[in-house]
């Protein structure tokens, strides 16, 4: 049954039960998650029907994961980022376009096609042993190239040297080994079909120009002839598909966005949805028109801030998803385990992929990774599978916390100083802490909202060590206003601040309990392409606003770190200035002028947090 999305509006405010959005957001205080989307609002749309209870049970299976394999394997494999000694400076899957190689002469790569080493139990095999739950393989990319059996266009792997169905090879051995199999398809890009028309301006630069005009290409031949036929194709084929992992929708109306989830939806009702089947950096929860299951974030990035709906984060093991052979920025085990805790923390999924070479086999390096970090997983799966986010509605600078009913788990990545962590906010009774990995019990001391736990006796873990905390609580009582750490530093957090989008402002609330000096300084993080990454902080001025004092704002680079969870992206620390704050009681911090900037694409400052670092004299 489908119905407008008027009164799906109603079930999506039910369901998110978070948001007071009005058509005057200008005029009143967004959170950043609302900011964030508010820029992408799709007109009126037609939703299947699903209860809430429906969409939950729906999506269980995938929110207990958290974990999966993405696969990107196809034709550009061959070429591993060189075509006739030129090497693309781009993701190696973009050859052809980057390259400009007319599809008469990529198309031969066919007749190269034989993969004698590609053996689906392997790669699934693989999978398990890292720690994957669900493997997600590229059907068709935006080349156009098919590796499944497609009645509907020669240019599949049927035609190729190697004469066999790749997508039902996986199928099966996912399905034997008990692994959930997804599908991605390149809806809207394909640079073999003469009509795929995308747009203009940047959109200009997706489509294949070399050999067609965009002038006579007509959109809908497309989709009636290939991409909606090839939909119903691996929607029919294969059994149960788990996953439909559409990619860059940017430029589809919303009829055409509708009638690809109709198909997906009628072939394949338990189905899950990517929110890149429209524009990839998402058409939004704010517009009530929910035509995607959960929501895809720029890859390779994600901060800060608590969605509160499904996510997933798609990362690289090293820098491109297809196969280049020069590519050896490979992420180890440890940024690994810290990109998919830090996910898992903040409630998302993670889809790391790997890239196999054109004889199928994946890179020694990827494989070395993703085993070790799978060793990890084993010791410590009860932290990661089955969890939800942290409670707290701020981040740490020792890890990430996920939970389980009358349990906590503390991710340490970096031990605190003098091996005491202090957990601020926690208001339940804390009746037992011990190391996961070996069950050594663990001292500490709970008084009101501190508890500190003394790691001096503790087992260090090369990756990370997690620290289970248990009280009686079914879910933990946690007090969500900010105030200082025993140490008496205050930390705002991007997800803890109110933020006025069109004023460039952000505000938070915190108590003072230790009257003193303090150093303010601003983390913020690089952003846009991996290979190139921007600072934006030097390119704005604003102030800060506190105590009654207005500071100029002018950041710059005083100190910089890697990211651990955004690998390519270094993470920013500039000094401000210091204040003295000399009564106890609450204030407020105003940061003016600077945009926020939470995502990879969007201008503005990628902020993290603030921090308040008292001066001892
Ligand atoms: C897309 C593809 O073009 C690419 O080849 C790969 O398959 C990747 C997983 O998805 O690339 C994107 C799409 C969106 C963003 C970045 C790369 N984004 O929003 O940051």
Redesign the pocket.
């Known amino acids: 049954m489908y119905f407008s999305y008027k009164n799906s509006a109603l079930c999506l405010v039910l369901f998110f039960g978070l948001f007071s959005y009005s058509i005057n957001a200008q005029t009143k205080s967004l959170s950043n998650l609302e900011a964030y989307y508010y820029q992408h609002t799709p007109s009126e749309v037609i939703l299947p029907f699903e209860t809430q209870e429906e969409y939950i049970d729906r999506m269980q299976w995938w929110k207990d994961a958290k974990y999966g394999m993405?696969i990107?394997w196809g034709l550009y494999s061959l070429l591993a980022g060189e075509h006739n000694g030129e090497i693309t400076p781009k993701?190696a899957?973009?050859i052809q376009n980057t390259l400009k190689i007319p599809l008469s002469e990529y198309k031969k790569l066919m007749r190269e096609f034989d993969p004698k080493n590609f053996n689906a139990d392997n790669w699934v095999s693989l999978a398990k042993a890292a720690g994957m739950k669900y493997i997600v393989l590229?059907s068709k990319?935006?080349d156009g190239f098919a590796l499944f059996d497609s009645k509907v266009s020669d240019y599949n792997i049927m035609h190729t040297a190697y004469q066999k169905d790749i997508v039902k090879a996986l199928k099966e051995a996912c399905k034997r080994q008990g692994l959930k199999f997804g599908l991605?398809y390149s809806h809207m890009i394909d640079w073999e079909h003469p009509d795929a028309y995308i747009g203009e301006g940047k959109l200009t630069e997706r489509m294949n120009t070399v050999d067609y005009d965009p002038k006579h290409m007509d959109r809908a031949t497309y989709l009636n002839e290939k991409s909606f036929p090839q939909l119903r194709e691996i929607l029919s084929n294969y059994g149960n598909i788990d996953i439909l992992w559409f990619?860059?929708g940017a430029g589809l109306s919303n009829d055409e966005i509708r009638k690809f989830v109709k198909i997906t939806r009628e072939l394949q009702p338990k189905i899950i949805i990517s929110s890149?089947i429209g524009d990839?950096?998402a058409p939004t929860i704010l517009n009530r028109a929910m035509l995607f299951d959960y929501f895809t974030p720029?890859?390779n990035?994600f901060t800060g801030d608590d969605l509160a709906m499904p996510w997933e984060m798609?990362g690289t093991t090293n820098s491109s998803?297809?196969y280049r052979k020069d590519d050896h920025e490979w992420r180890k085990a440890n940024l690994i385990i810290n990109s998919l805790i830090s996910t898992s923390s903040r409630n998302g999924n993670y889809l790391l992929?790997v890239g196999p070479d054109a004889t199928g086999n994946i890179p020694d390096e990827a494989i070395k990774n993703l085993l070790q970090a799978g060793k990890w997983l084993q010791k410590n799966s009860e932290a990661v599978y089955n969890t939800t986010g942290s409670p707290f509605p701020w981040n740490y600078d020792w890890g990430y916390v996920t939970q389980k009913p009358k349990t906590l788990y503390l991710n340490i990545f970096d031990f605190p100083k003098k091996n005491r962590l202090e957990l601020n906010g926690l208001l339940s009774k804390v009746t037992s802490i011990y190391t996961l990995a070996n069950g050594a019990s663990i001292d500490f001391e709970q008084t009101g909202r501190f508890l500190e736990i003394d790691l001096s006796k503790t087992h260090k873990d090369a990756i990370a060590t997690v620290v289970v905390v248990n009280f009686l609580e079914e879910r933990p009582l946690i007090s969500k206003d900010i105030s200082q750490s025993k140490d008496n530093t205050i930390r705002l957090d991007r997800i803890t601040s109110l933020y006025l989008k069109d004023e460039f402002q952000s505000s938070w609330t915190f108590k003072i309990n230790t009257p003193g000096t303090y150093r303010i300084q601003l983390v913020s993080n690089e952003k846009k392409r991996h290979s190139k990454p921007v600072w934006e902080g030097s390119l704005q001025k604003g102030s800060i606003r506190l105590a009654g004092k207005i500071i100029p704002v002018q950041l710059s680079r005083d100190s910089e770190k890697t990211n651990a969870s955004l690998f390519f992206y270094k993470e920013i620390t500039s000094i401000i200035d210091t204040i003295t704050l000399n009564k106890k009681g609450t204030y407020s911090l105003q940061l003016n002028g600077f945009q926020i900037g939470a995502g990879?694409?969007t201008n503005g400052l990628g902020l993290d947090r603030i921090e308040l670092l008292p001066i001892v004299n």
């Open positions: 993405f990107h993701i899957e973009w590229t990319h935006h991605y990619d860059m890149r990839e950096v720029s890859d990035y798609a998803w297809g992929n990879k694409w």
